[in-house]
């Protein structure tokens, strides 16, 4: 093709393109989308860890049911292919209450025992959905709960693996009463209600501190039960939104205004000892607009 038409036909094809996109940015730009009416304010952003891209076992979240008969859901390999920014801790009670105070956040219920510098607890899924829309008001970073798959992903060796043992071609469903009965007494011999500050629960192999103690974490992932065919296919999986996982030493799904999970709300099994969180920021080029697109109201 003559270099002459080349350009001609590269210049037809580039008009388009640019003239869409100076319209797309007009309208954006009318809409508000780059206003800024409230500077960032200079605030402590917690402390992060970034948990490498790595492949790892995930015994899937959920209720999973053969025919009549409960069974331990399925192991499978997850292959991350991008690292995660985690904060390092739970949130904490003091980090918290500068949300409380700004009024964009409900008082937790339970105080810190003693000392700010302690997980906040006695906070709902809510709760923890309104801190996070709150941090990233403030930093202009996109800041969100983990998924349970992201949280086995940051928790590596520590993220607790669910299985009772069962035959999964078991019809008795004893099995699994007695199996839930057994895990339920050793979880309850093992209680400590009591938070304690950062860092006693120690750090996994990545970093990540206080995994797994006696705060439960809440996840973005919510409760599910799952029917299987008899060759274990999935035949229907329920998403029960309203009831989220949360995570320590056991999973144990929640109602989402749950603040304080011994008084009630969960599902099955035994009762979280607190109700936390830790967040996950996203390092994508696009995460700034997603700020953007959660203040507008264009998000959850």
Known sequence: MPRTKRNLSIFQTALPITL???LSAGIVQQAGFFDDPEPRSAIHEPKTVVVPARTYKYRSDGEF?????????PMKT???????TVTKYQITANEYAACVLDG???????????????????????DAMDYAHWLSKKTGQYWTLPSDQQLAHAAGKLFPDDALGLDPDSKNPALRWLADYEREARERSKRDPVPRPLGSFGENEHGLADFGGNVWEWTSTCHRRVHLH????????????GVYVTVASHR????????????????????????GFRLVKSTKWYAPFLVKFREKGWMA
């Not at 049911?65 to 859901?73: F, L």
């Not at 997850?78 to 995660?84: F, K, M």
């Not at 799904?253 to 603040?259: A, D, E």
Request: proline share 13%; charged share 15%.
């Open 20 to 22: 869409i996109a100076a």
């Open 78 to 84: 997850v292959i991350a292919s991008e690292s995660l």
């Open 230 to 241: 008899a060759n274990g296919s999935v035949r229907n999986a329920e998403p029960i939104c």
């Open 65 to 73: 049911v053969k025919g009549t008969a409960p069974v331990d859901p």
């Open 104 to 126: 964009a956040c409900a008082a937790a219920d339970a105080p810190p025992a003693g000392s700010a510098n302690v997980p906040v607890t006695g906070v709902s899924f809510d």
């Open 252 to 275: 144990s799904p929640v109602s989402s205004f749950i603040r304080d999970p011994k008084g009630g709300g969960c599902s099955v099994g035994t009762p979280p000892d607190n109700l």
